[in-house]
């Protein structure tokens, strides 16, 4: 609700109204006429002849440059990024080399493993291997290339 001493702003509306020109003369296209050839003579006697040189448009203003150059800006930022990153790359270049060493490790340990085990079944302490029959060669007699015990 709005307060009792808040009273609404009187509206003004604007309609545009076209401006009365008076008649204008009709425009009639206007050739250049031929460019003006001047002639300056030298100190020593030449003449140079050429056309004037007549600016085109008006120079851009100079604009101040900034206190500081955008190129110390983005070189003193490539610097800050630079550093980061090579901070980065010591720290993975450590985590390589610990790598390799746990992988070199973890081989050297499967070797040991594997040749123990190799180790056992070659020098096993049981007197008698399961698979195959042995054969006492000197108690046994040839006959007509048969074997005999």
């Given at each position: 609700?709005?307060?009792?001493?808040?009273?609404p702003a009187a509206?003004?509306?604007?309609?545009?109204?076209?401006?009365?020109?008076?008649?204008?003369?009709?425009?009639?296209?206007?050739?250049?006429?031929?460019?003006?050839?001047?002639?300056?003579?030298?100190?020593?006697?030449?003449?140079?002849?050429?056309?004037?040189?007549?600016?085109?448009?008006?120079?851009?203003?100079?604009?101040?440059?900034?206190?500081?150059?955008?190129?110390?800006?983005n070189i003193a930022?490539?610097?800050?990024?630079f550093g980061a990153?090579?901070?980065?790359?010591?720290?993975?270049?450590?985590?390589?080399?610990?790598?390799?060493?746990?992988?070199?490790?973890?081989?050297?340990?499967?070797?040991?493993?594997?040749?123990?085990?190799?180790?056992?079944?070659?020098?096993?302490?049981?007197?008698?291997?399961?698979?195959?029959?042995?054969?006492?060669?000197?108690?046994?007699?040839?006959?007509?290339?048969?074997?005999?015990?």
């Amino acid at each position: 609700m709005p307060h009792p001493d808040h009273r609404p702003a009187a509206i003004e509306v604007h309609h545009p109204q076209p401006l009365a020109h008076p008649p204008a003369a009709p425009l009639a296209p206007v050739q250049p006429g031929p460019p003006v050839v001047q002639s300056i003579v030298l100190p020593d006697g030449r003449v140079i002849t050429g056309y004037p040189l007549t600016p085109e448009s008006t120079p851009v203003p100079v604009q101040p440059r900034p206190a500081v150059s955008r190129t110390a800006v983005n070189i003193a930022l490539g610097g800050l990024g630079f550093g980061a990153v090579c901070g980065g790359l010591a720290l993975l270049t450590t985590f390589i080399a610990a790598l390799t060493a746990f992988i070199t490790q973890l081989i050297t340990l499967a070797a040991v493993i594997f040749g123990g085990w190799i180790a056992a079944q070659i020098f096993g302490a049981t007197g008698h291997r399961d698979a195959g029959t042995t054969v006492n060669i000197r108690k046994a007699v040839i006959k007509r290339n048969h074997f005999h015990s």
